[in-house]
């Protein structure tokens, strides 16, 4: 299996740009998550899905962040506008199991390091 | 909201040497997972505890879900340069709860 794929790897941006992150899950997984890494806050849950449907966002910071999952193989994130405290790394992550059951064992994508000016 | 606590927050150790290093928390998990960060890239998950007391392992690594509930081990025996990395605990209180990442042990492995 090809793994969560996530692009781009590195994006580099102006603040009040839109930018827009895209991970792919691993295949027959049904729960995936967006999290962000910084080494103030460390690795912060943004927004998860199962089976397509958000479940949580708590997590994401405000407005300005949002997340799509129009299919069980492709998510967004998207950032507009975007501001330079916004920039960390952002995780994809992906797992399978039941309906409305986290199963624990998380699969990361390599990530994207987004740095905003 | 709830918090997990990684002890030590970096460590030096010569190649050979064994590594200790342990997570806490305030509240019960019934999960505990443990993740291994190298340098640009994404964690990748070493060992899961489903059960109090449960030690497990996976080749030179051991972790042991806490008798309390509250607290995971993990130990690397012998280690080697390609053990350094960011090693993260993370637990789950029920399976419908999210997963909660500690901030991170650095492991730096010296030849």
């Known amino acids: 299996d090809a793994g969560v794929i996530q692009s781009p790897r590195h994006e580099v941006t102006e603040m009040g740009q839109e930018v827009t992150l895209r991970c792919k899950p691993i295949?027959?997984?049904?729960?995936l998550f967006w999290y962000r890494q910084t080494m103030m806050r460390g690795l912060e849950l943004l927004i998860y899905?199962?089976?397509?449907?958000?479940?949580?966002d708590s997590g994401m910071p405000e407005d300005r962040f949002s997340a799509k999952m129009p299919n069980a193989s492709f998510s967004t994130l998207k950032i507009q506008p975007s501001e330079p405290r916004d920039s960390a790394v952002y995780f994809c992550?992906?797992?399978?199991?039941?309906?409305?059951?986290?199963?624990?064992?998380?699969?990361f994508g390599p990530g994207t390091r987004l740095t905003v000016t | 909201g709830q918090q997990l606590n990684q002890s030590p927050q970096s460590m030096f150790i010569q190649e050979g040497e064994d590594v200790s290093m342990n997570c806490t928390s305030s509240?019960?998990?019934?999960?505990w997972l443990w993740y291994k960060q190298d340098p640009g890239e994404g964690p990748v998950l070493l060992i899961a505890?489903?059960?109090?007391?449960e030690l497990t392992s996976n080749g030179r690594l051991t972790a042991q879900f806490g008798i309390t509930r509250k607290d995971s081990f993990l130990n690397i025996s012998a280690s080697i340069p390609s053990d350094v990395g960011i090693y993260f605990c993370?637990?789950?209180?029920?399976?419908?709860?999210?997963?909660?990442f500690g901030p991170g042990t650095s492991l730096s492995v010296i030849p």
């Open positions: 993370a637990g789950q209180q029920t399976s419908y709860d999210k997963v909660i």
């Open positions: 505890l489903y059960k109090a007391g």
């Open positions: 509240s019960i998990f019934n999960t």
């Open positions: 899905f199962n089976n397509n449907v958000p479940i949580d």
């Open positions: 295949s027959g997984h049904n729960s």
């Open positions: 992550a992906s797992s399978s199991g039941l309906a409305g059951v986290l199963i624990y064992e998380q699969y």
